[in-house]
């Protein structure tokens, strides 16, 4: 429990970042070298690379060096974390919704005598 929490930790927190979600979303595309990512940023290389190790201590890309390239790549199975734990919250606010609902189309006139 304590391990999936530290991971939706790190999750979240390297999504929280538009740089972050902007290079996850090239390299969901293509796998990308880290210069190919670095290029279209106002920022250092090295700033860059800072942003890819947060997305890499959360398991959402993987480097691996080919040659003297390091390519970056997508790991799409640390989605599902994510994507469990929102369902829980969705599952249960559709729950209060649709109760909601219920109550909001019983009419109160028709019990009356």
């Given at each position: 429990?304590?391990?999936?929490?530290?991971?939706?930790?790190?999750?979240?927190?390297?999504?929280?970042?538009?740089?972050?979600?902007?290079?996850?979303?090239?390299?969901?595309?293509?796998?990308?070298?880290?210069?190919?990512?670095?290029?279209p940023y106002a920022m250092?290389?090295?700033?860059?690379?800072?942003?890819?190790?947060?997305?890499?201590?959360?398991?959402?890309?993987?480097?691996?060096?080919?040659?003297?390239?390091?390519?970056?790549?997508?790991?799409?199975?640390?989605?599902?974390?994510?994507?469990?734990?929102?369902?829980?919250?969705?599952?249960?606010?559709n729950e209060r919704f649709?109760?909601l609902e219920r109550i909001?189309?019983?009419?109160?006139?028709?019990?009356?005598?």
């Open positions: 429990m304590v391990e999936r929490q530290t991971q939706l930790d790190l999750l979240f927190h390297a999504l929280a970042h538009s740089v972050r979600r902007d290079i996850l979303s090239r390299v969901s595309q293509v796998e990308c070298t880290l210069s190919e990512l670095a290029r250092t290389f090295a700033a860059i690379a800072k942003h890819i190790a947060v997305l890499e201590r959360a398991n959402l890309v993987r480097k691996e060096r080919r040659g003297k390239e390091q390519v970056i790549y997508l790991t799409p199975q640390t989605i599902q974390i994510a994507e469990e734990h929102i369902a829980r919250y969705s599952n249960s606010w649709d109760q909001l189309a019983h009419d109160p006139k028709e019990t009356q005598p």
